[in-house]
């Protein structure tokens, strides 16, 4: 049996306090959470940084747009990369795709600049997941897979988490993104192979403050499942 995974999307140096005082396992550092996202300032990642004693990744992302990256956002992209790895970061969180096709170049220069990569939910929008994850597996440096679970259209027809959990393995564990999910929903494809959780806006209020009883709950939900064997 494999410990449930339980990602707390943070902002702050409170935020990353809060996640490990609930029993998180791990952080994603991000800024502008509930506008999508974006990179984070280097002096927010040290104050954190300096607060965690679990693992902690960063976003890479140049702005609150999509996950296709044109030249200028690629060129600004490299830059974060640049200035996050001077700064002692050394996991991140990233993903690009275009037209359903995940950016592979893209991948490969955050992997030979030294990162491990934490795969976001670039992931969502690829035509075909299965083969991407199959792919991604060969790649030691990436870490985890994030998904919102929602099904994959392709030519073929739609493809379901089940179906792409059906190929995973603990190697490349796939998380969910509970936003949008009832704690029994999530229990469920917990226990159909799910290896973990991502808690992001579903444990903030409507501004955005992060939101201590849901954390908890989410936490205590995503604990219970580590009591008892999970299939694969």
């Known amino acids: 049996m494999f410990p449930t995974l339980i990602e707390v999307v943070a902002e702050t140096p409170m935020d990353v306090r809060a996640a490990q005082t609930s029993g998180a396992t791990q952080v994603l550092l991000v800024r502008q959470l509930l506008e999508g996202s974006t990179s984070t300032d280097t002096k927010t990642i040290e104050a954190c940084m300096d607060q965690a004693s679990i693992p902690v990744s960063v976003l890479v992302k140049p702005d609150l747009g999509d996950y296709f990256y044109e030249e200028a956002r690629r060129t600004r992209t490299l830059k974060i990369l640049e200035v996050y790895w001077k700064r002692g970061v050394r996991n991140i969180t990233f993903g690009a795709e275009h037209d359903g096709i995940f950016d592979w170049d893209l991948l490969e220069e955050a992997i030979h600049c030294g990162f491990t990569v934490n795969i976001n939910q670039a992931f969502d929008l690829l035509r075909n997941p299965i083969t991407a994850y199959q792919k ?63 808690l992001g806006k579903s444990i903030r209020d409507p501004q955005g403050k992060l939101n201590y009883g849901m954390l908890d709950r989410w936490v205590e939900v995503c604990q219970s499942l580590n009591k008892r064997p999970r299939s694969f």
């Not at 597996?137 to 089940?162: C, H, I, M, N």
């Not at 059906?166 to 490349?172: G, M, N, R, Y």
Request: charged share 15%.
């Open 136 to 198: 991604l597996v060969q790649y030691p440096k990436v870490l985890q897979v994030v998904t919102s679970g929602k099904p994959w259209p392709t030519a073929e027809g739609e493809v379901r988490l089940d179906q792409l959990l059906q190929e995973t393995t603990p190697q490349l564990p796939v998380l969910l993104d509970t936003f949008g999910y009832t704690p029994e929903q999530v229990t469920t494809l917990l226990k159909i192979g799910v290896h973990g959780v991502q």
